[in-house]
């Protein structure tokens, strides 16, 4: 793989899709008043991971370091993917915890995944700070809506 990231550019677009409808749809379940920073690492984790999904930085990112890495990243991602879109649909209007933990959880993993496989270093970092933040934000979202 060069510079450019075709698959992780695809993951992203399929990921992303299902969000700008439900943006669109459904404003009012989005809240800011979480606290600024964790929002803030929320969003830098957020588009690092989005970015470095796409584009291979020479000397932090290392390609598939295992035979048949490529397959399995294919693979993995695929079902992870799948599993995300299908899940954002069956649960469009639920308001329950499991859609709040595996919207957050699945495309953490994707991410996550992807670093590890790829060897890519500032994927990994993004990835964990976008896991961390993101789910901890999507729980304080459902708690602020449950009460």
């Known amino acids: 793989m060069d510079w450019f990231n075709w698959i992780g550019l695809i ?3 399929i990921i992303m899709f299902p969000n700008i409808i ?15 920073t964790i929002l803030l690492f ?3 984790g957020r588009y690092g991971c ?5 584009f291979n930085i020479p000397y932090t990112y290392f ?26 649909f069956a649960t469009w209007n639920a308001k329950n915890l499991f859609k709040v933990l595996s919207l957050s959880i ?6 996550i995944f992807s670093g590890i496989t790829l060897l890519n270093i500032p994927l ?10 993101h789910i901890t ?3 304080k979202n459902y708690e602020r809506k449950s009460n």
């Open 124 to 133: 990994m970092v993004f990835g964990i700070t976008f896991a961390v933040c």
């Open 22 to 36: 439900y943006a669109i749809k459904k404003k009012e379940d989005f809240s800011n008043d979480i606290g600024k």
């Open 63 to 88: 390609n598939f370091w295992f035979g048949n890495a490529l397959i399995l990243y294919v693979v993995i991602n695929a079902i992870l993917v799948l599993i995300y879109v299908i899940l954002f």
């Open 50 to 54: 989005m970015a470095f999904m796409i």
């Open 11 to 13: 993951i992203v677009v």
């Open 106 to 111: 699945l495309p953490s993993l994707i991410f």
């Open 42 to 44: 929320e969003q830098i």
């Open 137 to 139: 934000v999507s729980v």
